[in-house]
């Protein structure tokens, strides 16, 4: 299954996936883990994404792209795959359809991570991650309700989003992440 998982930063993203590739049994594609990679090995690629994650913006389009078709065509993405922080634009969104048709795969299933703002900054101020003060954190946050939300319709349109409640404990939520899956997989019978 090809399943797709978004949410604000501080959703529970990572939690949720650690538990999803598991289950699913497919390569976990995160685009924010890709492009620390390229960082810490240096690459030029890397050094130009620095620039925007440093203040909390979206990496150009282009750039996520390259990263993402190259790990698409990896023989172990035949079967599946979990992207987590990606598409995270509309154009990215329409620009994975696209590559995915050209292999005759599509994608199954869209889960997102509803969280309210009050809720994230409360989770955010607990863990302090590096780019998480508060300010980039903020903005890392207009980012994901300005060109990630649109997304969402995007999905909708399609049939293939379920919005589930980010609240609760991890067990919780993956109760119903596990309900969502079950029912992309109906809906492919
Ligand atoms: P994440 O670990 O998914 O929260 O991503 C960390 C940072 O990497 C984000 O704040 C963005 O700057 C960048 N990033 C990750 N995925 C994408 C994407 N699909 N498009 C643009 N920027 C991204």
Redesign the pocket.
């Known amino acids: 299954m090809r399943i797709i998982l978004i949410g604000p930063?501080g959703a529970g993203?990572g939690t949720q996936c650690q538990r999803l590739v598991e289950l699913l049994d497919v390569p976990h594609l995160?685009?924010?883990?890709m492009?620390?990679a390229a960082i810490q090995q240096g690459t030029a690629e890397g050094q130009e994404?620095a620039t925007?994650?440093n203040r909390?913006?979206?990496?150009?389009?282009q750039l996520?792209l390259s990263l993402v078709t190259r790990r698409l065509k990896g023989p172990d993405c035949r079967k599946g795959c979990l992207l987590?922080?990606?598409?995270?634009?509309l154009p990215?969104a329409e620009m994975l359809d696209d590559l995915l048709e050209r292999q005759a795969m599509s994608v199954d299933g869209v889960i997102e991570l509803t969280v309210p703002r009050d809720e994230l900054v409360r989770r955010m101020l607990a863990r302090q991650r590096e780019?998480d003060n508060p300010e980039i954190f903020s903005r890392?946050i207009e980012?994901f309700e300005r060109q990630t939300a649109p997304l969402l319709e995007y999905y909708e349109r399609r049939g293939k989003l379920i919005s589930i409640d980010g609240l609760g404990t991890a067990d919780d939520i993956f109760q119903r992440v596990h309900r969502a899956i079950r029912a992309f997989r109906r809906s492919r019978r």
């Open positions: 930063p993203k995160s685009t924010g883990e492009l620390r994404a925007y994650m909390g913006q979206l990496v150009p389009d996520v987590d922080g990606f598409p995270r634009t990215q780019d890392r980012s």
